[in-house]
């Protein structure tokens, strides 16, 4: 770039091209601040808390869902009070994942993995999981076809923009923390990001 | 360095990317997915909220929407008044809006839509049993199909949508300029 040139055109020119550069860099910001980072957040509402984190345009996104509201929610649907309360021992998460690449992406929860803090990586469970386990009790067809499409997807392709939101569920003790690695493929390209210590509910107080 | 109107615009950026937005819902999308090479969409034949039959091939020669939702999915409920505004935008137009519910009743819906602003005057569509769903390869809601004239897939949406955007209106009005062609 050249600054040599002089009086007011010079001054416009050195001034647009600084500007041109800061904007550059500004436009960087958001991406510097996020890429991998996970944030936390909490409602004020409801106390709930949620974790975000993006990577490679993947957005990921957890907010938890305490006992209580898990109840409320399949008992609603006419599930058991069996299978409410079955469900609603487990580490329930309201659960988003976004494309905002410019490209399709596909994602299996089989890929993905959370890691207890100092333990190992173990799968999550999914609604085939949960299904298997309904299956016996032979549940009315639409509290079966509620808490199945409530699940969050199993496998998906989200082509740019596209987004799911659905429940994930962990077999982990109340107030446990733990990082879930999301993986999804781009192309023949492999992705992964991590959302780092999201917690389950504390445990709920003794009446 | 930077001129004042630079700084200006500059610090505005800066707080503007400063805002948190992680717990809020996600936005509603304004993107479709063209289908390539555009395919025979599958079949429906559900029962609508009065009882009555609504055939997807009764309705070749109109562009459909086709939105697969329940009133208990969040962002299903969040996109839900815009095809109602879309409908209205368009009425008069050979385009029509179905939204099939997954399983739940008559009085659970009935219930959401009175919570509505505007009221739906599209047909809400009855799929006891997901049946429909699975013909067309949902894997999770809301997800949305629009059918061009000729009956088959040209777009498609998974996650929330604001269907009366700008963007959307403009595909779905390519779509209605489109000639229709040799029906089947």
């Known amino acids: ?207 | 360095m930077f001129s004042a109107q630079c700084r200006r615009l500059l610090l505005s950026l800066l707080f503007t990317a400063a805002v948190p937005v992680w717990a809020d819902d996600p936005p509603l999308q304004t993107s479709l997915t063209a289908v390539k090479p555009r395919l025979t969409a599958p079949g429906i034949e559900l029962r609508d909220m009065n009882d009555q039959p609504v055939s997807l091939a009764s309705l070749k020669g109109q562009v459909v929407i086709v939105n697969f939702w329940a009133t208990w999915c969040p962002p299903c409920r969040r996109e839900f008044s815009s095809m109602e505004r879309l409908r209205k935008i368009m009425t008069d137009r050979p385009l029509v809006v179905l939204a099939v519910n997954e399983g739940e009743s008559t009085d659970v819906i009935e219930a959401f839509t009175a919570t509505q602003d505007i009221p739906p005057k599209f047909p809400i569509l009855l799929d006891q049993a997901g049946d429909a769903m699975a013909l067309w390869a949902v894997r999770g809601l809301p997800t949305t199909f629009i059918i061009d004239k000729r009956g088959r897939l040209a777009y498609r949406a998974i996650g929330g949508r604001e269907f009366d955007h700008p963007q959307i209106l403009n595909r779905i009005e390519r779509l209605l300029r489109e000639k229709t062609g040799t029906l089947n």
């Open chain 1, 1 to 207: 770039m050249r600054f040599r040139v002089r009086g007011s055109a010079g001054e416009i020119v050195r001034s647009d091209a600084s500007c041109f550069i800061g904007l550059c860099l500004m436009s960087l910001l958001p991406f510097m601040a996020n890429a991998g980072e996970t944030r936390y957040s909490q409602s004020a509402e409801t106390g709930n808390a949620t974790w975000e984190t993006e990577m490679d345009g993947v957005h990921l996104r957890m907010t938890q869902i305490a006992p209580d509201q898990a109840r409320a929610f399949m008992s609603a649907r006419g599930l058991d009070e069996k299978s409410v309360e079955e469900f609603a021992r487990h580490c329930v998460f309201m659960t988003v994942l976004r494309n905002e690449t410019r490209q399709p992406i596909n994602y299996c929860l089989a890929d993905w993995r959370f890691v207890p803090e100092g333990g190992t990586p173990q799968l999550m469970l999914t609604k085939h999981d949960w299904l298997a386990r309904l299956q016996p009790r032979h549940l009315a067809p639409p509290a079966t076809l509620a808490f199945e499409w409530a699940q969050f997807p199993v496998e998906q392709t989200f082509f740019p923009g596209d987004w799911n939101q659905g429940m994930t569920t962990f077999e982990l003790p109340p107030g446990s923390r733990f990082d879930v690695v999301y993986r999804w493929r781009q192309g023949k390209k492999r992705h992964e990001g991590v959302l780092k210590n999201v917690q389950c509910t504390m445990p709920t107080a003794a009446p």
